[in-house]
């Protein structure tokens, strides 16, 4: 899977606002080392800001606004030390595959070094200094992280080429089911109905299930009785419809009709349809691989950390506040990877 970054938050207009007194941030200090390799001040708060700016942008209206980066979310972590903790890891992580690129064969071509020069130089000429200033985003610190980003994405792709993507039908196998819901709430979705009233819906269940055992098409009898079927593929983690509903499912033989199946919401009448929906097991099929691949992704980013001496200069990193320096974009979304 590609990883999609948003290339007008590099090339595009920021805007920049100080909230607050700014402390001063040297752009050659150190956050963190990598080996023998730097996080500077500069690159790692230029690409803070970039993060930052993308969850200001599109996510503070569902995130509390103003109050977003000092709600708490896990773990006793604010929402701002989470994503900050996330920032230096991707970055460390970028460096580590950047060291490692040669066991790869992975490399720059001339035409990518070019994009990145030119994406710098728009966003150097798009930006007033004053901003640039704030965000750390000197032409050479942009195309550094960019540099890094595309990096990311090409030793992404050659790892996950080493995945396994042989996956078996049994595997993955999909079946399919059609059922009818007979529901214990009301009408508004929330309000439960009382037991009399259960009962009664249990009966009609049970009249509807046996109904169906006889009927010689199971669509035409749903639709006769005026009721609606819905169609769902599965296998036995699934949980949707209901857990009760999966599990009697899978013991079913492909054009069997169930007993009704009864759960604390509601009672179901279930048709299995096919033991192998071919649609559905291809696409588990790709899921199954597409798992794998990020599973080797992390696994190997996670070995190549563990041989290298990562250090933290927490007070310089401290330093990086998204508290007291507001950024967004000014330019409407468009989407490419990073390899165009």
């Known amino acids: 899977m590609k990883k999609k970054v948003l290339t007008f938050a590099l090339t595009g207009m920021l805007a920049v606002t100080s909230l607050t007194g700014c402390g001063s941030l040297k752009e050659d200090d150190v956050v963190a080392t990598v080996g023998d390799q730097k996080i500077t001040a500069g690159v790692a708060n230029f690409y803070a800001r970039y993060t930052q700016a993308m969850y200001e942008t599109y996510y503070a209206a569902y995130m509390g606004g103003d109050d977003m980066w000092t709600t708490e979310v896990a773990d006793g972590k604010t929402y701002e030390e989470s994503i900050k903790d996330s920032v230096l890891e991707e970055l460390e992580t970028m460096i580590v595959l950047e060291k490692n690129m040669d066991a790869y064969d992975v490399t720059l071509s001339d035409e990518e070094k070019t994009a990145i020069e030119n994406a710098a130089k728009t966003f150097d000429e798009t930006n007033e200094d004053a901003d640039k200033e704030k965000v750390s985003g000197s032409k ?194 468009s989407e490419t990877t990073t390899e165009d």
Not at 242 to 261: F, L, P, R
């Open 140 to 333: 050479e610190t942009v195309e550094r992280v960019m540099t890094l980003m595309t990096i990311e994405n090409k030793m992404r792709n050659a790892i996950q080429a080493e995945a396994d993507t042989e996956v078996s039908d049994e595997e993955a196998a999909q079946k399919s089911m059609e059922y009818v819901e007979f529901s214990y709430l009301a009408e508004d979705g929330q309000t439960e109905l009382s037991d009399d009233e259960k009962a009664s819906v249990k009966e009609q269940a049970e009249a509807f299930a046996e109904g169906a055992k006889a009927a010689e098409d199971f669509d035409t009898f749903v639709t006769e009785q005026g009721y609606e079927a819905k169609t769902v593929t599965f296998d036995a983690e699934s949980t949707s419809p209901a857990a009760e509903v999966i599990e009697a499912a899978d013991q079913m033989a492909e054009g069997d009709v169930s007993d009704i199946i009864e759960t604390d919401s509601a009672c179901y009448v279930v048709k299995l349809t096919s033991l192998l929906d071919r649609d559905a097991t291809d696409q588990k099929k790709a899921s199954i691989v597409s798992d794998r691949q990020t599973e080797l992704f992390n696994d190997t980013c996670a070995e190549l950390k563990e041989k290298e001496e990562i250090k933290v200069n927490k007070n310089v990193w401290k330093k990086v506040d998204f508290q007291k320096l507001s950024v967004t974009f000014k330019q409407e979304e």
